[in-house]
Each structure stands twice: as structure tokens, then as C-alpha cells.
């Protein structure tokens, strides 16, 4: 079975091809400045015969899937010598509201769903259904299949993620905790799941913490394998200090800088997207390398972004363990959480009292998946490397088969 994996944005759109009989990727892509007017262009990389880069005007989604398309069947370079090859496509979509709590096959009440919920989130699920329709006109056949980021948290319990507002926002207007990352935390989480178990700790007893550090930064407690708080909430804005997120924030700065500076509510919700977090405090980069290399130079904003982003990483983890009553292992994932063996350990600096140690040898070498804890008593500490194109491979893979019988 071959499955590829569909991400549209706005102006960009990337894909993997997967081969589901060993999980390999057979191509990958990425098509960049989609109506742009110019400087649009499509950059494929299949295995076994390098990457190649076609320039072209590219007006609209259905084109850009037309050039994905053309180049996975390209004679020379392409993957597939026929599209009839691709079993499934699977499509990630950033917000399901409330009604998805598991992947779909896509059909009229689906994407009609996608558009009634886009409100909650304006700047991806618009893009995600360009994506899905250009995929359907172009392969009407095959089947689709929406995998959503916030499916993974609707088990989280009615008293964590309703906000402490007036109740009729969040019975009329759903206003309420939604989550994000949940193909990423339902990947790594049912791996250290299967770590667990085979120690001998069965799932129902299981309380782990998923870390994803990556730009976007979210944690999520996992409590007997389902989500049972994360740390996103309406938008991924809530919570952990990201790149150019400020996360957690009295609510009142909103108002307070629109009286006292003069911010419209747009240049507000600019300030808190797009230049808070690590940008915002150090004045330097969102990007935690960059963050690092100038602290180690004794750049003093960029040793405070660092502090208070790791400050900040280890009160919720000590938060969740509370919620869960406990903890047996803390998993660290995506960009930062798998590669800065510093941002981790000092995460972990002060949870000793909860039997979280690092092996602080076995950190700084770790390469892929690892468990970097001190000793074999205590809390696991974990490093599992994300993997979100194949998470929505399976998930497009499991439904299709349900679907289909097969």
C-alpha cells in the first residue's frame, strides 16, 4: 500500500510518498510561494535519484497538486510509473473543532465540517481544504483522509478543557482548550507506551509527558495512553514559551497595550504570534541554536530567553505530574527536544525530587531514539524522534483498511 501524505498551507504545500509494506519514504517535496505572482516553484527529492527543481508560475493549489503529481510519474526522475499506485492520500488538517476525535475518511459533511470550524483556526484550515479539494479533483478515486492535530486531545476531561469564562462561550461558541502537535504527541507517546509495557508496566497504569520542542512548543500528559491535559489551548499561542510565541501571559497585557501604546487588536495578536517568545526576549532569533551559540558568547537576553524558556518547560512538568498523580516517564521530541542535549538537561535540573535523572553522558551522545536516564530506577527519561508524515501514513492506512475491509 502506498500512501502520500498531503500538508497544505497558505502559500506553500509539502508531501511525502510512503510505501506502507516497510515505512519507507519513496519521494518527498515540497512546492513553495503558491500564487505569488512569481518565484513559485516545486522542489522533489526521490529516493535513489537525487532532488530536483522545477521553476514555474504555480496560481493556485490544483496546479501545485498537478506538478506534485506529474513529478511523482515523471519518466526519469519520478517515483511511480502510474498514479493509480497511490492507495490513499492522507491530509493533515490543523483544527477539527470538537466533532473529530479520530481520522475520517473525507466526504461533502467532512470538509464541510473543515469550513465551519476554520474560525478557530483562520490560517490553517482554509489552506488544508485547498489542499483536500485540489487532491479530490485531480484524483477523485482515491480514497481521502483527514487527519486532524486537536483529534488526539478530545479525551481530555470536560473540567480540563473548559476555560474559566463565562459558560455560555464555551456551550455557544466552543470556546474552550482544544490542543495542537497531536499527531506528534500521539506518535511518541505510543512509542514510549511500548517501552513501558515491555518494563512491565501496563498501559492503564502509564503517565508520561510528552515534550514537543520544537518553534511550536506543546507538552501534553498522556494518562493511560489518552490526552489528558496539553499545554495549548483556542490557539497554539497558550502555554510553553515558543520561538516567537509568548505562551502563558496575563490577559489583560492584550488590552493594556492597545489603551496604553495604541496597538490596534491585530498589531496585539501580531505581538504575541509573532514577535514574543525566544525572538521577542533575546532580540536575536527564534531559533534555539542561534539562542545557545550567543548565551555561550555571554549574550545576556539570550541567556534570559533560555532560562525562561526552560523555566517554564519544567513547571509544567511538575504540574502534570500532579494532574496525573504521578509519572513514569517524560519524552522529549521534535527540533530542539531531539537535537539541544543542554535544553534538555537543564529542563531536567531541580526534578530530582521526583526521580527524574540524567545520564549526563548517555545525553549528550544520544543520536535518534534514547534513554538518556541515570540509572534503571526512577522516571524514564526519553528522547523519541517525531515523525509526523508517517503518524498521518498510519492513520490514512488504518482508516482506508477499516474502510475497505482489506
Do not use: W
Amino acid at each position: 500500500m502506498i500512501v502520500l501524505v498531503v500538508n497544505a498551507g497558505s502559500s506553500s504545500l509539502k508531501y511525502q510518498l510512503i510505501n506502507m509494506e516497510d515505512e519507507g519514504v519513496l519521494a518527498r517535496g515540497l512546492v513553495e510561494r503558491i500564487g505569488a505572482g512569481g518565484g513559485s516553484s516545486l522542489t522533489s527529492e526521490v529516493t535513489g535519484k537525487g532532488k530536483t527543481v522545477l521553476k514555474a508560475a504555480i496560481p493556485d493549489h490544483r496546479v501545485a497538486m498537478q506538478m506534485v503529481f506529474s513529478a511523482l510519474t515523471d519518466k526519469e526522475n519520478g517515483a511511480l510509473t502510474d498514479l493509480s499506485q497511490i492507495s490513499a492520500i492522507g491530509h493533515r488538517v490543523l483544527h477539527g473543532g470538537s466533532v473529530f476525535s479520530d481520522s475520517v475518511v473525507i466526504d461533502k459533511r467532512v470538509t464541510d465540517t473543515i469550513q465551519a470550524v476554520s474560525h478557530l483556526g483562520p490560517l490553517h484550515n482554509p489552506a488544508n481544504l485547498m489542499g483536500i479539494e485540489a487532491a479530490m479533483h485531480l484524483m477523485p478515486n482515491a480514497p481521502q483522509v483527514a487527519v486532524f492535530d486537536t483529534a488526539f486531545h478530545q479525551t481530555m476531561p470536560k473540567h480540563v478543557h473548559v476555560y474559566a469564562l463565562p459558560y455560555s462561550l464555551y456551550s455557544e461558541y466552543g470556546i474552550r482548550r482544544y490542543g495542537f502537535h497531536g499527531t506528534s504527541h500521539k506518535y511518541v507517546s505510543s512509542r514510549a507506551k511500548k517501552i513501558l509495557a515491555a518494563e512491565g508496566l501496563p498501559v492503564e497504569k502509564q503517565r508520561i509527558i510528552t515534550c514537543h520542542l520544537g518553534n511550536g512548543v506543546s507538552f501534553t500528559a498522556v494518562k493511560a495512553g489518552k490526552s489528558f491535559d496539553t499545554s495549548m489551548g483556542l490557539t497554539p499561542v497558550e502555554g510553553l514559551v515558543m520561538g516567537t510565541r509568548c505562551g502563558d501571559i496575563d490577559p489583560a497585557i492584550m488590552s493594556y497595550v492597545q489603551s496604553k501604546l495604541g496597538y490596534t487588536a491585530k498589531q496585539a495578536d501580531d505581538m504575541i504570534n509573532k514577535r514574543s517568545g525566544l525572538l521577542g526576549i533575546s532580540g536575536v532569533s527564534n531559533d534555539m541554536r542561534d539562542i545557545e551559540k550567543k548565551t555561550a558568547e555571554g549574550h545576556e537576553l539570550s541567556q534570559l530567553a533560555l532560562d525562561i524558556f526552560c523555566y517554564r518547560a519544567r513547571k509544567y512538568i511538575g504540574a502534570y505530574a500532579a494532574a496525573m498523580e504521578g509519572l513514569d516517564a517524560i519524552v522529549f521530541t521534535a527540533g530542539i527536544g531531539e537535537h539541544s542535549p543542554a535544553v534538555r538537561s537543564k529542563i531536567c535540573q531541580g526534578l530530582e525530587f521526583l526521580g527524574i535523572k540524567v545520564d549526563p553522558e548517555k545525553n549528550q551522545n544520544c543520536r535518534g531514539e534514547c534513554n538518556i536516564s541515570a540509572g534503571t530506577e526512577g522516571i524514564r527519561v526519553l528522547v523519541i524522534p517525531t515523525n509526523e508524515e508517517l503518524a498521518i501514513a498510519r492513520e490514512t492506512a488504518q482508516v482506508v483498511c477499516g474502510e475497505t475491509g482489506k
